[in-house]
């Protein structure tokens, strides 16, 4: 397997979502900028979806803030193990599966003063203080997000192609 140099793994998880996504006839517009929380536009005949794309070739997907709000998806593109002529794998999650997937893997810690989740669904780690702040945000496995694999479908109905 070819190794993604860093700067190009994220925007190269964009290109890719965005051409699954039209193969499937639903338009997609990858926006502009290093500092976002939408990495591409899907417009539709009745709405204008936000989805915000992460990628690993690692063993997880590390730092994952997610997702919140309406109108908005999370699509986790895993390059691990793949050749330059294979695809990667698609897990692709709503923000009720974010939530879900947050309260599952942080449930033993709510409550005990290490684990808050914030107003955006992103779990705050209030005893590992990184620059004075706590550290915010979770890695995700793809053992974790397998149920999620390939569901385009939920883009699809959230744009009304279904």
């Known amino acids: 397997m070819n190794t993604i140099e860093k700067e190009y793994l994220g925007l190269a998880a964009e290109y890719v979502v965005a051409s699954e996504l039209c193969r499937r006839g639903i338009y997609a517009q990858l926006t502009l900028g290093t500092r976002k929380r939408t990495d591409l536009l899907i417009e539709s ?17 590390p730092n994952c803030r997610g997702i919140y709000g309406e109108n908005i998806g999370l699509v986790l593109v895993d390059y691990k193990g793949k050749q330059e002529h294979e695809k990667p794998d698609f897990y692709v999650l709503t923000v009720e599966d974010w939530i879900d997937l947050v309260r599952r893997e942080c449930a033993d810690r709510i409550g005990t003063g290490d684990i808050v989740i914030d107003n955006q669904n992103v779990p705050v780690w209030l005893k590992q ?26 883009i699809e109905a959230m744009v009304g192609n279904r």
Not at 47 to 57: D, E, P, T
């Open 45 to 61: 005949d009745t709405r204008m979806l936000r989805i915000q794309v992460k990628a690993k070739q690692g063993n997880s997907w």
């Open 129 to 154: 203080v990184r620059n004075g702040k706590p550290y915010k945000g979770m890695g995700v496995s793809t053992s974790q997000v397998s149920a999620h694999k390939e569901r385009w479908d939920k």
